[in-house]
């Protein structure tokens, strides 16, 4: 049984080999699909040609075979494929038999050589269909891998950076800086050179106005102090560059205060030269001065002008009495009297004592450094005191010029200064102090015996014919005059005379004074 359907399956598949043949091409084709899907695009294109090429018939390039040798070749053919397959020979004896007699399986005609060819063009026509969704799918397949391809060419490309041309933004930008760049480094350059110029101008004056201008130095001035004067009258242009020299230069410079006329065609090294008064070349000579108790402004200016060669007198006497010197430093100047009879406004407040100074030293300053020992000695218990008397400290000072100038001995100074008091406190019995030290300031007689008629000149400063305190001080005192001038002894004198030793002798009327004189005098005849 088994044989006989094996062998009833082989002659069904015998009598139809046009399913057969149908079926093989759909096979062959759905492998053809899938294993276009694994192909790649260049691969399933080439495969597809070779298949149309393999399926369409080539046409021989002789002449056809007549019918007769054609027929003659299939019953060859079919001949050797009996000999091969005896069951198809069999099958198709039964085949024979049955079309010859009464059968009951119908008789199907064999396929013809156009029927054939129609299925083969059949066949192509699918197969091309086939490979066209093929190619359709990869070409789909193809597109999605270019995009996303692409996508990951761009992000790359976005890492790495866009790729830089003349025609691109930051290509455009980095040319926009460059020459921002180099314009910058430019305009740096001009002004650095410009900088450098200027300075060089400023520092040696190439190139600059020649107006004389005046400008003051005062004697608290620093170097800074002087460099900002100098740019505020536009004379020079860098008060830092010119402090820079003076501290590079090896010359002590200390601002000579004064009035000086000048212009803008000095350079660093003149100005140096005029405010300090000094040769670059050489070094500046010290002068020690000595102001003894007692010296008045004459007297002074004399000893500075003529012994030690330092200053001119007119000089001095402008600075004494002209100079705007700060009253916010010097507390004393705030109560000086405004009175036109004062000869000397600064007089009794040049506090004698040992100063050092350079021979070329300004008049200004000399009188400055001696302002500055007196507002160091003057402290506030002076300022008090003479608040507790009721006087100002200019008549305080102008007392003790009085005491410093009428004794020599510091022990007799209290009574003297009890004498000037005793007779302010009793203005109706004793109007005039009656000092001859102010006489003598007056008519200008330091030494020689005073005359009657000195006695009676009249001026201001001369107690004998003036009521009161004189102006002002009459020397400069020191500190022991201006202390028993706050201080002064509890007494009855009222008088007093200096004989010819130095000492003093005190009374308490004017009889024991007329005494005391007659004495003196017998006593200065019987030396002659």
């Given at each position: 049984m088994p ?6 399956q ?5 009598m ?5 043949h149908a ?8 492998q053809?699909?899938?294993k276009?899907?694994t192909?790649s695009?260049?691969e ?7 298949q149309?090429t393999a399926?369409?018939?080539r046409?021989?390039q002789h002449a056809?075979p ?15 494929v009996?000999?091969?397959n005896?069951s ?6 039964m085949?024979n038999?049955?079309?010859s007699?009464?059968?009951h ?7 013809s050589v156009s ?6 063009t ?7 269909d086939?490979?066209k969704?093929v190619t359709t799918?990869a070409?789909g397949?193809?597109k999605k ?9 761009k992000?790359k490309?976005?890492?790495k950076?866009p790729?830089?041309?003349l025609?691109d933004a ?8 460059a ?11 001009a002004?650095a050179a410009?900088g ?12 600059k106005?020649?107006?004389?201008i005046s ?5 608290d001035?620093t170097?800074g102090?002087?460099a ?6 536009n ?7 010119f402090r ?7 010359v002590?410079?200390e601002?000579?205060?004064g ?5 803008a065609?000095l350079?660093?090294?003149e ?5 300090n008064h000094?040769s ?8 020690v001065?000595t102001i003894?108790?007692?010296?008045d402004?004459?007297?002074i ?6 012994e030690k060669g330092?200053?001119?007198?007119e000089?001095?006497?402008?600075a004494?009495?002209?100079y705007?010197?700060d ?9 000086l009297?405004d ?5 000397y406004r600064l007089?009794g ?10 021979q070329?030293?300004n008049?200004?300053t ?17 300022y ?13 000072m ?7 100038a ?5 022990s007799?100074?209290e009574?003297?200064?009890s004498?000037f008091y005793?007779?302010?406190?009793h203005?109706d019995a004793?109007?005039?102090l009656?000092s001859?030290?102010?006489v ?6 330091r030494?020689?015996?005073i ?6 000149t009249?001026?201001p400063?001369n ?6 305190l004189p ?6 005192p020191?500190l022991?005059?201006?202390r028993?001038a706050?201080?002064?002894a ?8 200096a ?7 005190f009374s308490?009327?004017r009889?024991?004074?007329e005494?005391?004189?007659?004495q003196?005098r017998?006593q200065?005849?019987a030396?002659t």
């Open positions: 044989n006989q359907e094996q062998n009833s082989k002659r069904e598949s015998s139809h080999p046009e399913t057969d079926k093989n091409m759909q096979n062959h084709a759905s053809e699909e899938h276009a899907s192909m695009f260049a399933i294109k080439q495969t597809a040609a070779q149309h399926q369409i018939p046409r021989p056809g007549s019918p007769k040798a054609f027929v003659s070749s299939l019953s060859e053919q079919n001949n050797e009996k000999k091969d005896p198809v020979s069999a099958n198709d004896e085949q038999s049955t079309s007699g009464d059968s399986v119908p008789h199907r005609p064999q396929p029927d054939n060819t129609a299925r083969n059949a066949s192509l026509a699918s197969a091309a086939n490979v969704k799918n070409s397949t193809r891998d270019d995009a996303v391809s692409q996508r990951h060419r992000k490309s976005l890492k950076g790729e830089r041309t025609g930051p290509v455009l930008h980095s040319l926009i800086r020459v921002i760049y180099i314009v910058c480094v430019l305009v740096v350059s002004l410009w450098i110029i200027s300075a060089a101008n400023d520092v040696y004056a190439f190139v106005d020649d107006t004389e400008v003051e130095i005062t004697p001035m170097v102090d002087v900002q004067l100098l740019k505020d009258n004379l020079i242009q860098y008060p830092s560059l820079l020299y003076v501290s590079l230069r090896d002590e410079f601002p000579e205060p009035t000086y006329r000048v212009s065609q350079n660093y090294s100005f140096l030269r005029t405010f000094l670059t070349s050489t070094a500046r000579e010290q002068v001065i003894p108790e007692g010296y402004v004459d007297r200016i004399d000893y500075l002008v003529n330092v200053g001119e007198r000089k001095y006497i402008e004494i009495n002209e705007p010197y009253t916010e430093e010097f507390r004393f100047l705030r109560e009297p009175n036109p009879d004062r000869k007089e407040y040049l506090f004698p004592d040992t100063y050092y100074v350079y070329d030293s008049e200004i000399v009188i400055y450094k001696m302002l500055q020992n007196t507002q160091s000695k003057i402290n506030d218990d002076y008090a005191a003479a608040q507790r008397m009721d006087m100002s400290l200019d008549q305080i102008t007392i003790a010029s009085m005491i410093q009428e004794s020599a001995n510091v007799e100074f009574n003297v200064s004498v005793n007779r302010l406190s203005p004793f109007p005039y009656e001859d030290a102010t003598r300031y007056a008519v200008g007689n030494t020689d015996p005359t009657a008629e000195q006695l009676q009249v001026n400063y107690t004998y014919v003036t009521e009161g102006p002002g001080p009459i020397c400069n020191g022991d005059a201006i028993y706050l201080y002064p509890s007494t009855n004198y009222y008088f007093f005379v004989d010819n030793d130095g000492n003093t002798i308490e009327t009889e024991q004074h005494a005391a004189v007659a003196v017998a200065a005849q030396q």
